[in-house]
């Protein structure tokens, strides 16, 4: 409720009269590609839609770069149901080497002055000695007359130059190699030490190449 004043009502007063004020809407068009607009309000929403059209090209080209990495990684990796690993398939690493560094025969001549180092190689009913062909921070390859067959655990006993090597491990794949069988292991249980002293050693030969 308010009021407003009413001049010569009647002639030669004026006096206030109530009123009950209405609402109405006004709808208001402005041009926001006209440059020059003046009014507050339309220079805000102009510049709030410049803002919320860059955000949204932004928005855009992160989903799209999301999406297609998602793509890339996703679509190329296989189900892990019925899954079988193939064991005699080396590892690479995206420069398309091995997974682990190697320490082989002429390594083992040139840092640790040895010819041949003797590997013991036991069983379920099965011990063997062998001769280490070649050796890493993921397992070795030792040369045997006969080996208790693949995907079968054994216990490795070595002593590599001044470190004594012993581990589980579990036979990965096996190759005829002159006349007896080259028996590729993986380290199952490795000593954080040992480990330490095979990197070393890799580490001292790729220095000195």
């Known amino acids: ?3 407003v004043a009413v001049k010569d009502f009647p002639p030669g007063t004026c006096r206030k009269i109530p009123f009950r004020p209405i609402a109405r809407y006004t ?3 402005y ?3 006209d440059d020059s607009l003046s009014a507050p309000p339309a220079r805000e929403i ?3 839609l410049r803002r919320s059209r860059q955000r949204s090209r932004s928005a855009i080209s992160i989903v799209r770069k999301v999406m297609k990495a998602a793509a890339i990684s996703w679509d190329d990796i296989p189900s892990l149901e019925n899954l079988e690993v193939d064991w005699d398939f080396e590892p690479e690493n995206a420069l398309g080497k091995r997974l682990w560094a190697r320490f082989g025969p002429a390594d083992l001549r040139a840092s640790l002055d040895s010819e ?3 590997v013991k190689v036991a069983g379920r009913q099965f011990s063997k000695i062998g001769k280490l062909i070649d050796i890493s ?3 070795l390859a030792v040369l045997l007359d006969s080996s208790p067959g693949k995907g079968q655990p054994v216990r490795l006993n070595l002593l590599l130059g001044r470190q004594r090597v012993v581990s589980t491990a579990i036979i990965r794949n096996i190759t005829s190699l002159k006349g007896k069988q080259r028996v590729g292991m993986e380290f199952i249980d490795l ?5 330490s002293y095979i990197a070393g050693l890799i580490s001292s030969k790729i220095h000195t190449i």
């Open 1 to 3: 409720m308010g009021w």
């Open 191 to 195: 000593a954080e030490e040992v480990s």
């Open 137 to 139: 921070k993921g397992g």
């Open 31 to 33: 041009n926001l590609h």
């Open 27 to 29: 709808t208001v068009s």
């Open 46 to 48: 102009k510049r709030n």
């Open 116 to 118: 041949s180092i003797p």
